[in-house]
C-alpha cells in the first residue's frame, strides 16, 4: 500500500506561481513511476507531468516551459513547480504513484489539491 497526500494549492493571480508537495509512504520503495494529473470542473482528467523510475521527467505541452516536475527520493516527496500560471490552469491536482511490476501507470492515488488561478 501507498499512501500520498498532496499539499500547496491556493487561489492565485495569473502570472503567479505555486509548488505543489505530494508526500508519499507506505510501500515507496515498490514505486516506479510518478505523475500530476489535473481535472477541472466538466472536463475530463488530464495528466500533467511524469517523473520515471530512472529519474527522467515529461510533461504536457499545455504546461512545458512553465510546470515543472521533480522528485526528492530521500524525502519520498514529490513537487510541481507551476510558474506563469493561467486560468485555465484552474483544477484539482492529483499526485499518482505507479508500481514496479504492475502494468497500470498509476496504482495509487491522492486526493488532490484545489488550484484557482483568478484575478
Known amino acids: 500500500q501507498v499512501q500520498l497526500v498532496e499539499s500547496g494549492g491556493g487561489l492565485v493571480q495569473p502570472g503567479g506561481s505555486l509548488r505543489l508537495s505530494c508526500a508519499a509512504s507506505?510501500?515507496?520503495?515498490?514505486?516506479?513511476?510518478m505523475d500530476w494529473y489535473c481535472q477541472a470542473p466538466g472536463k475530463e482528467r488530464e495528466w500533467v507531468a511524469r517523473?520515471?523510475?530512472?529519474?527522467?521527467?515529461t510533461h504536457a505541452d499545455s504546461v512545458k516551459g512553465r510546470f515543472t516536475i521533480s522528485r526528492d527520493y530521500a524525502k519520498s516527496m514529490l513537487y510541481l513547480q507551476m510558474n506563469g500560471l493561467k486560468p485555465e490552469d484552474t483544477a484539482v491536482y492529483l499526485c499518482?504513484?505507479?508500481?514496479?511490476?504492475?502494468?497500470?501507470?498509476?496504482?495509487?492515488w491522492g486526493q488532490g489539491t484545489q488550484v484557482t488561478v483568478s484575478a
Open positions: 507506505g510501500s515507496i520503495s515498490r514505486i516506479r513511476n
Open positions: 499518482t504513484a505507479g508500481l514496479m511490476g504492475s502494468n497500470q501507470i498509476a496504482d495509487y
Open positions: 517523473v520515471s523510475a530512472g529519474g527522467s521527467t
